[in-house]
């Protein structure tokens, strides 16, 4: 097929675009960065040029090149944020260009700077800077979340509110600090205040501030509240559920008519601050309890994003494993890894807490196994507790825990196919398994 760009117009197209972009071959060999690329991560297309990523993994400069080794691993298409030595947040979104037998030929990594500057200097109480969000960095390589992360990206430039969702620790925090840095409001600060963390009788004073003599114990002053703190950047009130029903009506006119009164106060303040809302309980049903306002429901449900659980997006299990183990060896100083089957078993538990449970898991894993590779012998799996039975053999506990599993992947999914999906093993195997119980239960 003819090109239908030249060459040179498809060079300029290249370097001109808004996003970085870093193409490295099936053996993680650079074949090409563009302009901003260059400009994004300080390193120029002659450093990197005919060089292999798992060469500079090896030197620490590895900013989008885990993410095009994940894609190698996995090959399949890998979302992930970096922070690169020189202090620049990226998020890179790497896939995968097959051949015609379908083997990898190019992973095609397109960027986003997240770069914030550091706004902590610049607020002086402590109060308000326990309140920044802190840093930490993202993987995924589900169809699920990379569409969330798509969605975000595309919503972030906008000012509209948003209403993450999800059961806990499925990653609303961190989606959210990403939202920010994603947009135009990156430079100003990010405030997160969780409404179930501060006392129901400080939250007023704490969101709205307060004017001097405002109430006993007060500052004579008065105290600038967080969304003041917050002017021209985004607040992120997490666990919205759990805000006072009066403050909700207040919060509400911030949102149409962005100003609102301190304790006490007379003035009305103007602010400007773009809203991010999560909760881990389904605000429709509290609205129809009664127990949360409708009409600030319908304001922050503008934009909802729904996080799906851990349970529903096993993908993204064996790069998580990889992107905890790599973080808390380096915390750790240690060379630790998890064998595959372990990381197969892994990807098949229930994990209730989701990624925050994996990454505690892997820590855990780390530190007290001893040796440098992860087994199924040597590690503690969750859901195997700790009493053991005197008289079974290892291999009748695994087999034990493994027709407990098959059970309830036959409840959950019923058939072999969708069972050996789920398990990450073959239909044949899947369906030789239950035929085995069967014919145990039976006998
Ligand atoms: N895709 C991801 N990649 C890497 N780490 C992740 C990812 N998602 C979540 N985490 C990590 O898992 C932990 C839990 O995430 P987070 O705090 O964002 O969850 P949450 O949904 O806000 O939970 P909660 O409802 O309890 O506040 C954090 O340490 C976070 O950094
Ligand atoms: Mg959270």
Request: glycine share 6%.
């Amino acid at each position: 097929m003819q090109p239908r760009l030249s060459p040179k117009l498809l060079q300029i197209v290249f370097d001109n675009v808004y996003n970085g972009i870093y193409i490295v071959d099936s053996r993680g060999v650079t074949i090409a960065v563009n302009r901003t690329f260059e400009e994004m991560s300080g390193l120029t297309h002659a450093e990197l040029a005919g060089r292999s990523l798992y060469d500079m993994v090896g030197e620490g400069k590895t900013f989008s090149g885990s993410a095009s080794l994940l894609v190698i691993k996995h090959k399949k298409p890998v979302t992930a944020t970096y922070s690169t030595s020189t202090g620049r947040k990226l998020l890179v979104k790497g896939r995968p260009v097959f051949d015609a037998n379908d083997e990898i030929e190019y992973i095609i990594n397109t960027i986003w700077d997240l770069t914030v500057v550091q706004y902590s200097h610049q607020i002086d109480a402590d109060t308000a800077r326990a309140h920044l969000l802190s840093e930490e960095d993202l993987v995924t390589c589900s169809e699920q979340m990379m569409a969330v992360i798509d969605l975000s990206l595309r919503v972030a430039a906008t000012d509209s509110t948003l209403l993450l969702s999800g059961e806990s620790g499925v990653g609303k925090s961190l989606l959210a600090r990403t939202i920010h840095r994603a947009s135009q409001r990156k430079q100003q600060p990010l405030i997160q205040i969780n409404c179930a963390a501060i006392p129901e009788n400080l939250i007023e004073a704490e969101l709205f501030g307060y004017e001097g003599g405002a109430f006993t114990g007060a500052n004579s002053k008065g105290k600038a509240g967080l969304l003041e703190i917050a002017q021209g950047g985004t607040v992120f009130l997490d666990e919205i559920s759990e805000l006072p029903f009066h403050l909700q009506s207040k919060l509400l006119g911030v949102l149409q008519d962005k100003q609102f009164f301190r304790v006490g106060g007379r003035q009305l303040q103007q602010v400007d601050v773009r809203l991010i809302a999560a909760s881990n309980k389904d605000l429709a049903s509290l609205v129809a309890e009664g127990r949360f306002r409708e009409d600030l429901y319908y304001r922050l449900n503008v934009v909802p994003i729904h996080l799906p659980p851990l349970r529903e997006r096993r993908d993204d299990i064996p790069a998580l494993i990889e992107y905890f183990t790599d973080k808390y060896n380096r915390k750790h100083n240690s060379y630790k890894k998890f064998s595959n089957n372990l990381v197969q078993q892994l990807v098949t538990m229930p994990w209730k807490g989701n990624i925050r449970e994996l990454e505690n898991h892997i820590e855990r894993s780390i530190v007290t196994t001893p040796g440098d590779l992860i087994t199924q012998d040597n590690a503690m799996i969750p859901g195997l507790t700790q009493e053991l039975p005197d008289s079974m053999t290892l291999k009748q506990l695994l087999a034990e825990h493994e027709k407990k599993i098959l059970l309830k992947a036959r409840e959950k999914f019923g058939t072999t196919r969708r069972i050996a999906v789920a398990l990450g093993i073959s239909q044949a195997s899947a369906a030789r398994k239950l035929k085995n119980l069967r014919e145990e239960t039976y006998s």
